[in-house]
């Protein structure tokens, strides 16, 4: 029989949150030159129709600078980066128009695919692109005319707008108009941050070939907020780049930027709709985040504590009594998903007070989320004027003396927990001095 927590069923009802949220949501997706040069294309607009298919408004900015570079190669037309923008100048913005119109009809002929048997069947994507970005050159920089170069001076999100709300996807290059008629090849950064903001999209997503940003040991930066950025240089320059590309997003409005492999087949629809993801988050605020309770998250802490009550670990409370003290209890949320709560219970005539009901959900033991509540709280009753904290504990009792508790005796509780004590639990008392250090 299948372990129904590790089912595909199982797996897809967990990913119902995901869905209704991300439903009616506005996405752009920063599709690199790469992405059309490898076989990874087909895979990856199937996981765009399955977007799309479950109510995501999708917007496709696709890039085009290994195609423009091995082009001008091919004409023998010497290129020229300036602060890593291409120059474009008259001789070789036909063959950029050219690489950009053939990668446009490839995208649109994948998008149109819905063969029986096939992950597009049924899919009937309508794809639209247009002129819906207005530029300007760039003019001289450094002393240096960029010519046809240009950056973004409006995005009709109007326009774009009504085509999202009719069920249609929308795709832009790195080409920009101008009111005079001309054309300019602009940074894919500029449309796809310039769409973002204007859009208001819920999401940039900016495809990589590596799974994220990495620090220099290596490690993949999960989460990251731009107030971060002077903190963490990653080792690898593109992926400096592309988190410059995410933070900038947030800074221009985007709640959430994200950078994902295009190379792992799974890491876009694992980034959505799993609460671990599979790259790094790029947020204007912390993504993981320590806050007091409100009574809006009574059913969260029920859900996370329930496992544990119902074992015996932790004494059992009704809603009714939760809702009471819900103010006591400092939480952590990832995502809107509370993964860990700790309860502060103060005895102030005693001057000290009771930590209780110390949780982290399964999946995020060990990695010291419980630590970093119980230092949260021990500080909370320092400020209050408090000296000692004590906890009564059944099954964790090794934990709380790894955290500098001693055990005690009964009679060394307030007399008022004293009189609460529960003799059949028969649990054991540590206590804690408190130091501003603690």
Not at 92 to 108: F, M, N, T, Y
Request: hydrophobic residues 40%; contains cysteine.
């Amino acid at each position: 029989m299948t372990d129904p927590h590790n089912s595909p069923i199982s797996w897809f009802r967990n990913t119902a949150p995901y869905i209704n949220r991300h439903r009616g949501s506005t996405f752009v997706i920063v599709i690199p030159g790469a992405v059309q040069q490898s076989a990874v294309l087909p895979r990856l607009l199937q996981d765009v129709a399955l977007l799309s298919s479950l109510g995501v408004r999708l917007v496709l900015v696709f890039g085009s600078r290994p195609q423009i570079d091995r082009r001008l190669q091919e004409h023998g037309i010497q290129s020229t980066l300036h602060r890593g923008q291409r120059i474009t100048d008259s001789e070789s913005l036909p063959h950029v128009l050219q690489v950009i119109g053939a990668q446009r009809i490839e995208l649109e002929a994948l998008l149109s695919l819905g063969l029986p048997n096939s992950p597009m069947q049924g899919a009937k994507l309508r794809a639209v692109s247009g002129n819906f970005v207005m530029a300007q050159p760039v003019g001289v920089v450094d002393g240096i005319d960029h010519q046809l170069t240009g950056r973004v001076r409006r995005i009709d999100s109007e326009g774009m707008e009504s085509l999202l709300v009719s069920g249609s996807l929308v795709l832009l290059s790195s080409l920009g108009y101008s009111p005079t008629g001309e054309a300019f090849n602009l940074s894919l950064a500029d449309v796809a941050i310039s769409a973002a903001r204007d859009l208001k999209a819920h999401k940039l997503i900016i495809l990589g070939a590596s799974a994220g940003v990495h620090d220099h040991d290596g490690s993949l930066i999960k989460q990251y907020a731009v107030d971060q950025q002077a903190d963490i240089a990653p080792a690898d320059e593109e992926e400096a780049r592309l988190l410059r590309m995410a933070c900038a997003a947030c800074r221009a409005g985007v709640p959430r930027s994200h950078i994902v492999s295009f190379k792992d087949p799974d890491a876009l629809l694992a980034e959505l709709f799993t609460t671990d993801g599979s790259g790094t988050l790029v947020a204007s605020s912390p993504y993981e985040q320590s806050r007091w309770a409100s009574i809006s998250d009574v059913g969260g802490v029920l859900e996370l504590i329930a496992p544990l009550e119902e074992s015996g670990v932790l004494l059992k409370r009704s809603r009714e009594l939760l809702e009471a003290e819900i103010g006591r209890f400092r939480i952590l949320e990832r995502d809107g998903r509370i993964i860990a709560c700790a309860a502060l219970y103060p005895f102030p005539g005693e001057q000290s007070a009771e930590l209780a009901c110390i949780v982290s959900h399964p999946e995020y033991r060990g990695e010291q989320r419980a630590t970093r509540l119980l230092q949260e709280l021990e500080q909370e009753a320092l400020s209050q004027g408090l000296t000692d904290v004590f906890v009564l504990t059944t099954q964790t009792a090794h934990w709380f003396l790894e955290q500098g508790f001693s055990e005690n005796s009964l009679d060394t509780l307030p007399p008022e927990r004293q009189a609460l004590y529960n003799l059949q639990r028969n649990s054991k008392v540590f206590s804690k001095t408190l130091t501003a250090r603690s």
